[in-house]
């Protein structure tokens, strides 16, 4: 149900989080999984540190985008900082999804650091069963 635009993105992904943190401008790439659970799909992604209030969800037409910020929780003005490993700036993740999907009731959580989003299959992609009738409706030519 979703679709990967590009093979390399992951490698491209942790280059960029080893190298630089992320801006509005150009921002990381978050960490997800992705996965059906009955008649929903689930998004994860994994945002640990930012407040909800820095979470921005959009969906236009099948484009999913989630944008992100970490800002810094000290001011380093008056602190001298010894050690920094955690990434900090914008981060960012589009996704494609399928037309079965209904985009309409996207529900959203944050719990733990952690963005699901469950997205419902639509109605008319679900199977179904389709009711055979018992008469025929031919009609015999006489002639």
Same mark, same amino acid.
């Given at each position: 149900?979703?679709?990967?635009?590009?093979?390399?993105?992951?490698?491209?992904?942790?280059?960029?989080?080893?190298?630089?943190?992320?801006?509005?401008?150009?921002?990381?790439?978050?960490?997800?999984?992705?996965?059906?659970?009955?008649?929903?799909?689930?998004?994860?992604?994994?945002?640990?540190?930012?407040?909800?209030?820095? %979470?921005?969800?959009?969906?236009?037409?099948?484009?999913?985008?989630?944008?992100?910020?970490?800002?810094?929780?000290?001011?380093?003005?008056?602190?001298?900082?010894?050690?920094?490993?955690? /990434?900090?700036?914008?981060?960012?993740?589009?996704?494609?999804?399928?037309?079965?999907?209904?985009?309409?009731?996207?529900?959203?959580?944050?719990?733990?650091?952690?963005?699901?989003?469950? %997205? /419902? %299959?639509?109605?008319?992609?679900? /199977?179904?069963?389709?009711?055979?009738?018992?008469?025929?409706?031919?009609?015999?030519?006489?002639?």
């Amino acid at each position: 149900m979703l679709m990967r635009t590009d093979p390399f993105r992951e490698l491209d992904r942790i280059t960029e989080q080893l190298l630089r943190p992320g801006t509005w401008s150009r921002p990381s790439a978050m960490p997800m999984d992705a996965y059906r659970e009955g008649d929903e799909y689930v998004v994860a992604f994994d945002l640990p540190g930012v407040s909800p209030e820095a %979470i921005d969800i959009d969906v236009e037409r099948n484009m999913l985008t989630v944008k992100a910020e970490r800002r810094p929780e000290v001011d380093t003005g008056q602190v001298q900082m010894e050690l920094s490993e955690r /990434p900090l700036g914008a981060f960012s993740r589009q996704i494609v999804l399928a037309d079965t999907l209904d985009t309409e009731r996207i529900d959203a959580a944050y719990e733990a650091g952690v963005l699901t989003l469950r %997205i /419902p %299959i639509a109605e008319r992609a679900k /199977p179904r069963k389709i009711a055979v009738g018992g008469e025929s409706r031919r009609k015999q030519l006489k002639g």
